[in-house]
């Protein structure tokens, strides 16, 4: 098993590296992750982004369940791993972030120019005029119409939704855009979608500059991710991990360390002399 001394050890021979995250960074910030130690998928489907635009139930129970979640993305604070990557960009001991994620906290902690290959959940989209919207706002517009669901509470689950299915779906009431009343999606990159084409040339941009690769929290399950670790491989950059559980990327590393990311980032920065607020 790789040790916390032997990832300093990487960070000190290699100057410019890029970290990738996932979901596993998140967990001990209250929000959960969509895999168990296995990599294997917890709960059912998430929603498709094709039957999102086509389909109004799609959309009413979207919308219902995230009214509902949304106070568990809402309220999640940074924990030590997210303050940590900071700290060490900051003191100029790794690039800037690239994130699977979509709850912002990783800027939330002070990070820069962090790159969110799946967007991020605290904006909407009109698909219509293309106004962005505040998802706060938007949650104040889904509890006006929907009153009854304002106080449920239910199990969260990934990325704001929530374990809860209304019984009156029919009567649901989705928000539409207050500019041109067209169609409003939260601005993430659905299942089903692809990362527009300029953030993925944005983050590929990074690990090309980069002279190795760092995964945080990631099974890299989803091709979205583990193409970076695929492609640091096949141009001889090292890659090495802080996950718990399975990787799909396991075969390519240099060295993984099996403890969360809260646990492990801290004592990274202390053997780095890199101060965490």
Avoid at 77 to 90: K, M
Wanted: hydrophobic share 45%; charged share 20%; glycine share 8%.
């Amino acid at each position: 098993m790789s040790t916390v001394e032997q990832l300093a050890e990487f960070l000190h021979r290699h100057r410019d590296v890029l970290v990738l995250t996932g979901a596993g960074i998140s967990i001990a910030s209250g929000i959960p992750g969509y895999r168990d130690k296995d990599g294997v998928r917890k709960g059912r489907m998430p929603i498709q982004g094709p039957e999102f635009r086509k389909l109004e139930a799609v959309r009413r129970r979207y919308w219902a369940r995230s009214m509902v979640g949304f106070k568990t993305m809402h309220l999640a604070q940074p924990n030590a791993a997210h303050r940590t990557l900071a700290a060490l960009q900051a003191s100029g001991k790794l690039q800037p972030i690239v994130t699977q994620n979509v709850d912002g906290l990783h800027s939330a902690a002070g990070s820069a120019g962090v790159v969110e290959l799946h967007g991020n959940i605290h904006r909407v989209i009109c698909l219509e005029c293309r106004a962005l919207l505040p998802r706060a706002a938007v949650q104040t517009i889904l509890e006006e119409r929907n009153p009854d669901l304002a106080n449920v509470l239910a199990q969260p689950a990934p990325d704001g939704d929530a374990h809860v299915e209304p019984d009156a779906l029919d009567t649901f009431e989705p928000p539409w855009c207050p500019h041109c009343g067209g169609m409003l999606k939260p601005d993430v990159v659905f299942f089903g979608d692809s990362v527009p084409p300029e953030t993925t040339r944005a983050a590929l941009q990074r690990l090309e500059e980069a002279d190795a690769l760092l995964v945080v929290g990631s099974s890299m399950v989803v091709f979205s991710g583990y193409r970076f670790a695929r492609n640091a491989a096949a141009a001889g950059k090292p890659v090495a991990a802080i996950n718990v559980g399975r990787m799909r990327a396991d075969d390519l590393l240099s060295l993984k360390i099996e403890a969360p990311a809260e646990q492990a980032l801290p004592q990274l920065a202390d053997l780095l002399g890199a101060g965490v607020p």
